[in-house]
């Protein structure tokens, strides 16, 4: 789409819906297609374009919201600041995702968050003051999270299904076949909590990155796939110099 386009009120936007299903609930745009990126770090965002008002859609949207939050809290430490938390957040569809061990700027999640704590901070902000398991410290940026076993299993039994059977299926020793809560217990009592549930974690977003960057390299071709990735080590050399110096 061109930039001239993406500068007027929306009216590109708007053109594009309309060739839409009318029972679209939720439209969003990524990336420089959206906003214009110009240096080493430039802000990374996302910019929702259409959202109706549909209550079964902000309820999963709010579900969903929760669920990070809870993920991210088991995979950090007892006391961390806002900044570690949306960092944790914003990092988790990344997990796993080889691409950020080869070719991506590993300052990449950092370079999301830093430009919008405000924006992060007002999507999660009532979510974290209702917490009864959280002590957030809104002046200072700080939060305090139970780190009790008993905590952490309360934690365990609200994240997402297809989650806790992934941790379940790591843990589950061959032929013990336990269910989910007993696993998840054990694990709640294990000092290495926060790992388990990065590795399962992992293992959900793993076969996704595979499958997107094969596809992607028959869709462009090899020539462009490898130029395409020439950059992306590029880019991620420099990331990694503006980390170290």
Not at 26 to 40: D, N, T
Not at 106 to 114: C, G, Y
Not at 136 to 147: F, H, N, V
Not at 219 to 225: D, E, F, P, Q
């Amino acid at each position: 789409m061109a930039l001239q386009a993406l500068q007027s009120s929306g009216v590109a936007f708007r053109r594009i819906l309309s060739h839409f299903p009318e029972e679209l609930s939720l439209a969003f745009a990524y990336g420089s297609g959206v906003y214009r990126q110009v240096g080493p770090s430039a802000d990374q965002k996302v910019k929702i374009i259409a959202m109706n008002e549909n209550i079964a859609l902000r309820s999963a949207l709010d579900k969903n919201l929760r669920s990070a939050v809870t993920t991210a809290f088991l995979m950090l430490p007892e006391s961390f600041s806002e900044e570690d938390l949306f960092i944790e957040i914003a990092g988790l569809s990344y997990s796993g995702d080889f691409r950020m061990v080869v070719g991506e700027d590993k300052t990449k999640v950092l370079n999301i968050v830093k430009p919008n704590i405000a924006h992060f901070r007002e999507l999660y902000g009532n979510i974290l003051q209702e917490n009864p398991q959280v002590v957030y410290k809104i002046q200072q940026g700080r939060l305090e999270i139970d780190k009790s076993p008993e905590g952490q299993f309360t934690q365990l039994m609200t994240l997402p299904k297809t989650l806790q059977r992934q941790i379940n299926h790591i843990m589950d020793p061959p032929g013990k076949n336990r269910d989910v809560e007993e696993t998840l217990l054990q694990v709640a009592h294990d000092p290495d909590c926060g790992e388990v549930v990065r590795l399962g974690l992992s293992a959900i977003v793993r076969p996704s990155s595979m499958k997107q960057s094969t596809k992607g390299i028959f869709t462009a071709g090899m020539k462009k796939s490898v130029v395409y990735s020439s950059l992306k080590l590029h880019k991620m050399w420099k990331g990694w110099l503006r980390k170290t110096s």
